[in-house]
């Protein structure tokens, strides 16, 4: 049962209350203002879309009415719930909502504007088609969170929900599903190529940049903690805004919102600059509101910072950190926890050379994630326990959502290595129908099953989902006793693997050299 809760708490839940009083009130201007493309532009959208411009236009806009319906109806329960559970349900749902009206904004606005500056990666159809997996999941998470709950208010929300899903999955079939020409692979050394060539300098540097804002919890900087200085940040910044956080232990939930755009938050190492928290499922959080650490704002960057939850096993699902935040960077960071260590929920996210620990799913989210050297370990959690590295969520076939781990270790954790053969551990499991995850190129310890793979409940989904490997080595990666599930494959060529490369899969070479954020586009380290 939950406890009950400090002032601080109280306060955040009250500030998240006026935040989200009008869900799909910051649709941008330019979306609001233009009812369909200009016929030049109509003329280049067509080439993507599989209906005419207006129409596609004329549908996004009816899904932000149908979420706006939603969100007033929501908030009309904000002062009349008194369970903590149910209270935290209807708060995620008003943000997840506002998300997903703003990424459907920008779908609009791409549609009307194709050749404008600030289209994402410039590759209008991976674009649009990430903006559009990202509404649909929100909807979904929105629903996730009542799972738990009882009573009038969830039926009442549930069903309201229930009939945006399709109205947002019905734009992902107005995009053509092949990329657009000459988007490519390219090269651009370790780092896909969204990355800014001055965000690589400030990622590649050893040393501590110029900073917009720096934190000390000794009290040397301009601020004491986290929030602060991500409260002083401007909002939907082009430029990038530096906050340095200084060695020391944070205690303390981050929520960096959806209107800060591009900051970059560099540490002084991992387990030297620590953001810790405790929040979860058991104390009556969800396991969207448990993370330490989250993000929504476009184009983060982090930097040498551990995250972790500290709640342990016995508290289930325990978020350490939680993305959707397109176009984001991980930089030598590490994410501690146990079950849900990491929530890559939605959009576009790249990890590099970071630490992830858990038990239980401890990667999960429905994001189109490449996940590049890092060292992935599992924990030892409750007795009898299974640990599973991945649950990817991809829900819809027509989602470009998915997984993709390259050159990365697999091993246990220092408390499993005495137990590894009485603990199992899996790289993944189908949290959703079309779950989609790919192994490439990875060490593979024998922490993990020959079997490899573990069946979320009988037989679902295994004639759906998407698991693949490719070029593992390792004594985890023998392939003669894998799963013979139909969804199960080996990769025999270049040509397969090659899709779900840091090039290919999340568009890299297009944005990833901007951060200075090292990266292999492609097969070869």
């Known amino acids: 049962m939950s406890k009950s809760r400090p002032k601080p708490v109280v306060m955040t839940m009250m500030l998240s209350l006026v935040i989200t ?83 459907l904004s920008w779908t609009i606005d791409a549609s009307n504007y194709p ?30 969170g009542f799972e738990g709950t009882n009573g009038i208010i969830k039926n009442l929300i549930t069903g309201g929900l229930n009939r945006i899903g399709p109205i947002v999955r019905n734009l992902l079939t107005m995009v053509h599903d092949k990329p657009k020409t000459g988007s490519g692979h390219g090269g651009f050394g370790k780092f896909p190529s969204w990355v800014k060539p001055d965000d690589r300098k400030l990622l590649q540097s050893e040393d501590i940049p110029a900073a917009d804002s720096v934190v ?27 906050i340095y956080v200084k060695k020391g232990i944070y205690s303390e939930n981050v929520e960096i919102n959806k209107k800060k755009w591009n900051i970059m938050m560099i540490g002084d190492g991992i387990d030297s600059t620590v953001i810790t928290g405790d929040r979860n499922f058991i104390d009556g959080w969800t396991t969207f509101r448990s ?15 551990t995250f972790e939850n500290t709640a342990g096993p016995e508290k289930h699902q325990a978020v350490a950190l939680r993305s959707d935040s397109d176009l984001s960077v991980f930089f030598r960071c590490a994410m501690r926890g146990y079950q849900d260590t990491l929530y890559a929920h939605t959009m576009r996210q790249f990890f590099r050379e970071c630490i992830i620990t858990g038990t239980v799913d401890f990667i999960f989210g429905d994001a189109t994630s490449v996940f590049q050297t890092c060292q992935i370990k599992a924990r030892q959690g409750l007795a009898n326990q299974k640990n599973i590295v ?15 781990v390259q050159f990365c270790n697999i091993t246990a954790d220092t408390d499993l290595v005495p137990n590894v053969n009485k603990t199992v551990t899996y790289l993944g499991r189908p949290w959703k129908l079309y779950s989609r995850t790919v192994f490439l ?15 979320w409940d009988g037989d679902f989904a295994l004639d759906t989902l998407f698991y693949a490997e490719y070029m593992n080595h390792g004594p985890g990666a023998r392939l003669d006793k894998r799963v013979k599930w139909p969804g199960y494959r080996v990769l025999n060529s270049s040509a397969e693997a090659e899709d779900f490369t840091v ?23």
């Open 390 to 404: 991945t649950a990817q969520g991809r829900k819809d076939p027509d989602q470009p959502t998915g997984f993709s």
């Open 216 to 242: 000390a919890a000794d009290g040397t900087g301009d601020f004491t903690t986290i929030m602060e200085a991500v409260m002083a940040a401007p909002d939907k910044s082009e430029n990038r805004y530096v």
């Open 441 to 455: 190129q990875n060490y593979i310890s024998e922490a993990v099953r020959p079997e490899g793979w573990l069946e």
């Open 115 to 144: 050749n404008g500056k600030d289209n994402g990666t410039g590759d209008i159809i991976k674009d649009l088609r990430i903006w559009i997996s990202a509404a649909f999941s929100d909807v979904d998470t929105c629903l996730e």
């Open 503 to 525: 090039g290919s899969f999340i568009e890299g070479n297009l944005w990833l050299p901007a951060t200075g954020v090292r990266f292999t586009a492609g097969l070869s380290s």
């Open 21 to 103: 009083n009008h869900v799909c009130g910051l649709v941008s201007a330019k979306a609001a203002a233009t009812t369909s493309p200009a016929a030049s532009d109509s003329t280049v959208m067509n080439e993507f879309l599989t209906v005419p411009a207006s129409e596609f236009v004329g549908a996004a806009r009816a899904a932000v009415e149908a979420m706006r319906k939603a969100g007033e109806a929501l908030s009309k329960f904000q002062t009349k719930i008194g369970d903590f559970r149910t209270s935290n349900a209807v708060l995620d749902c008003l943000d997840l909502l506002d998300f997903a009206c703003d990424d």
């Open 291 to 305: 993370a330490t650490f989250a993000v929504s704002g476009r184009g983060f960057i982090a930097r040498d910072i």
